[in-house]
């Protein structure tokens, strides 16, 4: 059988991703078997998911089932977004970020952005779109975050929660790049987001 040809290929991959939902599409040949919750954590949950490859061969995986989280990108003009400087125990030290928090249960997300815009920022806005949905650790975790862009914003003072340290940055679209760059901002869903914002308004 003679091999495809370069051109016969690209064009099939380009038909694939012209497709509804090629970026997140159910495969019939992964079969769910059953899961089990192995550990209990204080906001997490960990679970051992049983599934069938399409090689018929049987594996466990260990998932975090997780609520969800809301992120923000506060922007307080068309050259400023709001950023947050707050302690990640998991890294021992700082990071860079945008405004995000968990949802809570059943809460709808634009609620949940309203409240961590207000809570870490000080800020209130006007105007909260979303811009997209990602999933930053597809490998473990089932988490979904909804990114929101905010404007029209309005200054009435933080409201933090006790385990919350947050220094609130004002930072030009000159110096985000900047950051980037030299790899100063290293959070996942800020990156993202800061690139959409850059990206939309270069």
Request: aromatic share 8%.
């Amino acid at each position: 059988m003679k091999p495809d040809s370069e051109a016969d290929i690209r064009q099939r991959d380009d038909d694939f991703l012209a497709g509804e939902n090629c970026g997140f599409r159910e495969d019939a040949r992964f079969k769910f078997i059953d899961e089990k919750c192995s550990y209990e954590g204080h906001r997490y949950h960990m679970y051992t998911v049983k599934e069938s490859l399409p090689n018929s061969v049987v594996v466990d995986r260990d998932v975090i089932r997780h609520p969800g989280a809301a992120v923000i990108l506060p922007l307080l003009d068309e050259d400023t977004v709001l950023l947050v400087e707050q302690h990640r125990t998991a890294f021992g030290h700082n990071l860079l970020e945008i405004p995000a928090g968990l949802l809570e249960a059943d809460e709808d997300p634009l609620q949940s952005a309203q409240r961590e815009l207000r809570e870490e920022t000080g800020f209130i806005s006007g105007s909260l779109e979303l811009v997209m949905e990602i999933f930053p650790a597809a490998g473990f975790s089932d988490e979904k975050m909804f990114i929101f862009k905010a404007s029209d914003l309005t200054e009435v003072g933080q409201d933090t929660d006790d385990d919350e340290w947050v220094r609130v940055i004002r930072c030009s679209k000159e110096r985000a790049r900047d950051l980037l760059l030299r790899g100063e901002i290293r959070d996942g869903k800020t990156i993202v987001a800061l690139q959409y914002w850059l990206g939309a308004t270069s």
